[in-house]
């Protein structure tokens, strides 16, 4: 099985980061080709960032078209260029904050999510509403930690993450713990030792998603909403993006 | 990894063919035990028979505790005992209803559910609420087929329920077909290909979003309300069900 | 008119007391006739023990259908079996939950609820949500007191009630407090004089519903989800049971 | 017990027929005084009409301070100058559109409304999504009977209102049948026994309800949303009823 | 174009005050009207005050005939009688409200009321709901400033509207403040250089709201359920009002 | 005043055809400046088509920041990039889909929508789940004509949108309807005279609050999720559009 693996974001760190931490969970079976957009943010931290990144995941979907992956996960807690994907590839596309939402609400009756900038917390808040899970989350929090401190974490930062989990534990009423961002992927075993409840992070909740629904022989309706895009005249740098 | 897969009916033909669906899709590795419970109904086909399998489902999952399963697949479409048996397990449970309503909304817009009979729609319909799934399904369909016939299934058993998943995809502008009843399993594959659309058996994405879990170490939450239950006197019957 | 009024759990000492609540406020035309399952938890404290309880229920109302009861109330505050109970009997079946939740919508823009265990609190939660209370519930609390504490009630845990209920009605907003156990009946006229807000006990105003529906002439709907159970064979101590 | 039976519009016919329903039901004990707005609508068949009939609901609530009611029933589907009247009066207040939609839910998963003119439907609808009721109800439905046509009902008129109902049982899965407006009380007996499903007028329902909460020693609550209006000078022909 | 600007209290000073806020913001080409009811409460503070004040904008529209108003502005923050004012001008009719929240939305992504009493707080939430703009309010918080206080601002009223604001700012997580009184629209441009964010007056926005209806042509749907009332009798001293 | 006029496809006839709809409802003191991508789909019938839309219009609000814009509309329905340019610009910014959902809920109690391809619904419906408008909109409905047949719009083609209204107001029980398409602007009065119920274009609305903001001193909020994008390195042919 052959996996693509977007990093919506164009550090090259953490892009390898993913990797490494989707590898580690990935059955021996699959492949993981790690990927980045040709252009756009270092790291995505508001909605204009993500409307560039949805772009650059719609990009990388498009361009690997040749490699014929059997799943794509689009691994940033935004889930930016979700559908564009499903439409591009027909493929399973599998969102990481979307996976880690679907394993929370099956370990947990209420959960909370820990994230990096708290004006990225709405972005988290749309997609509960979307995906049908605002009632089983107790509340999105913010850390204010930059996307990028975390592709060297230190102790403080982890700390600070610990922390806001806790508080967010008592104050939701919830019992496990949602990680933000993906590039917090490493910080779930520490995270969950500590807090003595489920942590969960995406990256690894979508591979082994993507993986399940390959088994399954289930792949992206080719009916309606997700059929593949109609053909169309792309112009400017895009202009061999076109359907 | 061990696998308690409990048919929440009585029907010994069912758990079998429960049984085989469930291992046609689980890896090499997973080990299989399938029951039933000791009392309740032939098949669950109305709210009162539910009341009996749920606690059905709660006294397997008590009797396997020396087994010591790595998690649990409940295989009835209404996910009876669900909640008692991640209480009393601790391992990550997956109901089939659950299971298929999570796969369906990974792969398409809107899905359409076919049951067996009308009356059990309304099951369904609290599920879908419950779970937070209720925007993403377009309808819940009776056909008003009996369970039990669903042990062998006659070709123009086949035939009604494609019927009604031809009318309900077009009724509900849905793209992808859930089937509403555990023992339907082994008709998803012949159905996927009539209606070219992804048609998806609960039971087998159980098993792989148990299998998933596992693999990731996530287990039902110790924190709140899955703890493991209060001890408690029990009486009659289930004296020797207590905690 | 007969009123099968049927306490969830096995404890003979709360099966009077809610019977005393009952009789207490029953018109003098009313006939209770106060039951117990003849298996299951001694008390209703997570949702494991409810599992055990709904079928307790539901072979209550099988085995008084001799009697030919005019209306059921089911008396604990998660409503376990309520829905079985309406298939078995036909006539009106009120849970206590429900009931208290009706009756608080009507004489406050917003409740509070006030129970025992934290962890039943994500039962009242969902039955908010199902009987469309949702947005009328300001909060429920726990405080923790065991139910068979409720058996003979001490000074100090009606404080902590007392208390429990003073700062939901301050921190939700609120202007009425609904008792979350059938165990705490008895409590209401005290909580009420002391808190001088309508403190209100669902097992009277169940009575007082089942009585206006009999009344009324109005009886669970013959038509669809609640129709009388299909014929079933019953395997092992349920035997007998089936329809 | 003392009922103040309000019909929010002018019509004395109306008032009447209204106050024979209500008395019907009425226990022994209860004194139902029936009394209609000194000025306003002959019937309410618009937002406009509406405006009117809840002041009126209002003024009546003043000026039967003196008779002390133990309870106030507002006896027009759609409720209006209902929280007007809690907070004027303090004891129990029930429109007859909520009191209709509580029954129903108690009786059946699913209902219907079938109504006079099409262009009411709106107020029912949305008073459905204020109570919480809105997942509860199936459709609601017009018939364009004018409502003073409901005075004297013709054999034709009955026939049109069987016929909705039929087509409403059948379009929206539901199993109960509300009764639109209090004009229809007389109706509820034969229409049931034709349609062989519970039919529920509000009237009946409101009066029991009513009823009910005195029995329990429930008020509106003192405290916040619906505490006594605070002293205010009114102007014009409505002078004296400022508080 | 003709404005017809309704206050719904009877206090002639507020009429004058809300009139020189909508005059202050109105094109030069919009001729403003400043009525109020000829009967009701000097100021608007419980739902019993606000169902006078209903149909005393009812009546206002309907006096207001001859003049031909090209748009209608309803300006007290419970909207009342809106609806009415719709069938019975069929032009725009904004309610201040509405307007504020509107404007809101299309600028903060979150936002919070800060109003008079604490008692009206239920009237804004309902109306959110009814509006569809529930999920986008942080919360709706009381300063208990009584309306008339409004009349002649001191330094310390608009000192604890400012706190208020500053605190449901950081507890609801919202950039924007709507003001949940007409009488506060002066206060607008002080609060809002204050807070450094959005503070918003309903009044100026409808009025805009209003004139952009207008030039674009778009009237009041005259199909279904804002169509003119229909013709009815009214009696004692509405007599006149009928349609 | 500057308007800021996007037309995130890259059809340079649909950027004239909108900003003549534009110009043709905004006051002469209303500077429009109309634009579009650099890069991009012609037209926007799919979600990957809308991926790079909404870099598009990001990158269209980057660059005109020279320009300093008072406020921006972004012109195709399905608001791309609509939270982007309220970071970027700061500015009041306006989705015409939004536009024309906020003016239907003004004059009808309930709209319906009439678009282009049915494939596109989705897009609509989701965003009225997330402005909250949902409850208001009967239904979406597709007609299936492909969006730059609109360039030149044929009898034919205005008969079949005319037809799908038709068909839209009946079946949902709507009173206005909303065309789903920047490209449908030039019908919106051909279609109003023939249906007799008032049709919405978003772009002419999107103008006018634009406007109205503008004239109010609104602007986007500084504070939080909407604050100016934090600075940020960015890739490829994008690398001068970091902030």
Same mark, same amino acid.
């Given at each position: 099985m052959?996996?693509?693996? =977007?990093?919506?974001?164009?550090s090259t760190a953490m892009t390898q980061? =993913? @990797?490494? @931490? @989707? *590898?580690? #969970?990935?059955? %021996?079976?699959?492949?993981?080709?790690?990927? *980045? %957009?040709?252009?756009?943010p270092a790291s995505i931290e508001? *909605?204009?960032?993500? +409307?560039? +990144?949805?772009?650059g995941v719609a990009e990388q979907v498009r361009l690997a078209q040749g490699w014929r992956p059997d799943a794509v996960v689009v691994a940033c807690f935004g889930d930016p260029g979700l559908d564009a994907a499903r439409e591009a590839s027909g493929v399973p596309v599998i969102g990481v904050a979307e996976a880690a939402f679907h394993a929370a609400t099956l370990i947990a009756t209420r959960f909370s999510v820990v994230t990096t900038l708290t004006r990225t917390c709405i972005t988290a808040e749309?997609?509960?509403q979307r995906y049908g899970f605002e009632r089983h989350c107790g509340g999105v929090h913010g850390t204010d930690i930059p996307v990028l401190d975390l592709e060297h974490v230190?102790?403080?930062?982890?700390s600070r993450i610990e922390q806001a989990a806790r508080e967010a534990l008592s104050r939701d009423g919830s019992s496990a713990i949602v990680l933000g961002c993906a590039g917090m992927a490493s910080l779930c075993t520490t995270l969950s030792a500590r807090l003595q409840?489920?942590? =969960?992070?995406?990256?690894? #909740?979508?591979? $082994?998603?993507a993986e399940?629904?390959?088994?399954?022989?289930?792949?992206?309706?080719?009916?309606?909403?997700?059929?593949? %895009?109609?053909? $169309?005249?792309? +112009?400017?740098w895009a202009s061999t993006l076109g359907w």
């Open positions: 052959k996996l693509l693996l =977007i990093n919506p974001n164009t980061s =993913i @990797a490494r @931490a @989707a *590898q580690g #969970v990935a059955s %021996p079976a699959t492949e993981v080709m790690a990927v *980045q %957009p040709s252009f756009g508001c *909605q204009y960032d993500e +409307a560039f +990144a949805a772009a749309r997609l509960l230190s102790d403080e930062t982890v409840v489920p942590v =969960i992070d995406g990256v690894s #909740v979508a591979v $082994k998603l399940s629904l390959v088994a399954l022989g289930l792949r992206t309706s080719p009916l309606g909403d997700y059929a593949p %895009p109609p053909p $169309k005249v792309y +112009a400017g």
